[in-house]
Nanobody
Framework: VQLQASGGGLVQAGGSLRLSCAAS????????MAWFRQAPGQEREFVAA????????YYADSVKGRFTISRGDAKNTVYLQMNSLKPEDTAVYLC????????????????????WGQGTQVTVSS
């Protein structure tokens, strides 16, 4: 499966952005999906995950209550709604998918995901 992330940009602190990750080349509805982010000089960090059924979501403590992950299977897209953005949210955001056929679950480990998009830059100014 190929993943294409979009929707990043420059926003002031307190603002909102909605990221999208469009999937192609696979059966999107059977993939557990996640968003990660990576700031310069930092390790890749888990942000949010959603099971392929859409019934289970999981968030990093740093974004809980501010970010919402969802999926539109009809559009082969996973979304990340980001509200109340902070300067520390500045990073390249990447979407990821695991191997099809796994059980519906949510994972925070980078190693759990097999497919990665190219990322979209989010910059939050203070």
């Amino acid at each position: 499966v190929q993943l294409q992330a979009s929707g990043g940009g420059l926003v002031q602190a307190g603002g909102s952005l909605r990221l999208s990750c469009a999937a192609s080349g696979g059966t999107f509805s059977s993939y557990n999906m996640a968003w990660f982010r990576q700031a310069p000089g930092q390790e890749r960090e888990f942000v949010a995950a959603i099971s392929w059924t859409g019934s289970t979501t999981y968030y990093a403590d740093s974004v809980k209550g501010r970010f919402t992950i969802s999926r539109g299977d009809a559009k082969n897209t996973v979304y990340l709604q980001m509200n109340s953005l902070k300067p520390e949210d500045t990073a390249v955001y990447l979407c990821a998918a695991d191997h099809p056929g796994t059980s519906p679950t949510v994972r925070r480990s980078v190693a759990a995901y097999d497919y990665w998009g190219q990322g979209t830059q989010v910059t939050v100014s203070s």
